[in-house]
């Protein structure tokens, strides 16, 4: 039996600094004008709520209360339901993104819709995140080697116990 040696990559807070700052600069394209605006929101759920991208990309409307500042996650690993506090700069984030640009979504369509319609696929987020990671001069070794976006999610639990103990 194979033993699995990857470990996550745990992203230093100047990193994540770094990768805000590469994500808050993206620029539209012609397909996708709505990117600069999606793209760093949904990486900032994937961080602050410690998501799965899988999760996060399968939000839908009715998932996000924006009066509670909670998100449902529904149907996730192992079929299990959740829900998840936003830490309230990105509560209101979601807020004036959704107000702005999601006003006339109906409760069944996705919080992040793809251009094509439907939600992002995983390997165009990925595609972004390896050009963020770039942007960041955070170093990417390729698949299996480098920061993962679920590397995301390790990064928030170890940021959360670490400023409890700070």
């Known amino acids: 039996r194979m033993i699995d040696t990857f470990r996550p990559r745990i992203l230093t807070r100047e990193e994540m600094k770094r990768f805000w700052a590469a994500a ?3 620029q539209p394209s012609p397909v996708s004008p709505l990117l600069p605006i999606v793209m760093p929101l949904i990486f900032r759920v994937l961080y602050s709520c410690g998501l799965r991208l899988s999760e996060a ?5 009715k998932d996000v209360d924006c009066r509670k500042g909670v998100l449902a996650i529904r149907q996730a690993k192992f079929m299990k339901d959740r829900l998840v506090p936003l830490d ?5 984030k979601i807020e004036g993104y959704t107000l702005v640009h999601r006003c006339n979504a109906g409760p069944e369509d996705f919080l992040f819709p793809s251009p094509y319609g439907g939600h ?3 390997g165009t987020v990925r595609r972004i995140w390896q050009i963020l990671l770039y942007k960041s001069s955070i170093q990417y070794e390729g698949k299996d080697k480098g920061s ?7 990064t928030f639990a170890v940021h959360r ?6």
Not at 88 to 92: A, E
Not at 148 to 154: E, K, N, T
């Open 88 to 92: 309230p700069g990105l509560w209101r």
């Open 57 to 61: 990309l399968k939000l839908k409307m």
């Open 120 to 122: 992002y696929y995983k």
């Open 148 to 154: 993962r976006i679920h590397d995301l999610r390790h």
């Open 24 to 26: 808050d600069s993206m």
């Open 161 to 166: 116990l670490t400023s409890w103990h700070a």
